[in-house]
């Protein structure tokens, strides 16, 4: 039985290393058994299946070259359980195994392909209550008047170097932009009033009506 190797260093450089995932495939290949006839390195975001290395995989795949994947950890394949059940459909049509040596996964095994769709699942699930949890938290300190990353145009920071307070100055500059909104003036309008009453940015720059959109954007208040 022919396998084919596949190893992924994310863009941040985190994770397992090239040449262990490397070599974790190779020993895993003397297991099973198989004839490693080649090892595809990428270097994308697991995002998507947008890579080149995935790509190159699955033509081999579609072509019947091989009849096993082998990763170090399934995470290096993808990160989403949507663009996994894709790839496993795929792979079943054409009877390639997907091994996956941190897990001790099969899929050549209908035991496997249940075990490694639950445990994909669940990762998923794990993150997206970490996404919910960090939104709450920002929510909060928003609701509290607490500095969130950049601080919005017409506030400023507090003495105490944690909460916003309004800006007296840009208060008065978001009044103006309301004001001449609310009677019909398009953006680039609005950044001639604002240039023409000696009106700068935070920056102190001239308003542009890219300027304008943004804090229309983010909300006059």
Partial sequence: ???????????????????????????????????????????????????????????????????????????????????LCELLERFERRGVALISVAESLDTGSAAGRLVLNIMAAVSQWEREAIGERTRDALRHKRTNGERVGNIQFGYRLCADRRHVEPDPGEQAVLTEIQNLRQSGQTLRGIAAALNHRALRTRRGSAWRLEHVARILRQGCR
């Fill in 1 to 83: 039985m022919k396998a084919l190797g596949y190893v992924r260093v994310s863009t941040d450089k985190q994770g397992i290393s090239l040449e262990a995932q490397a070599e974790k495939i190779k020993a895993m290949s003397l297991v099973q058994g198989t004839e490693l006839i080649d090892t595809i390195v990428d270097s994308e975001s697991a995002k998507s299946l947008n890579r080149p290395g995935m790509a190159k995989l699955l033509a081999m795949v579609d072509k019947g070259k091989v009849q096993a994947i082998i990763v170090a950890k399934l995470d290096r394949l993808t990160r989403s359980v949507k663009d």
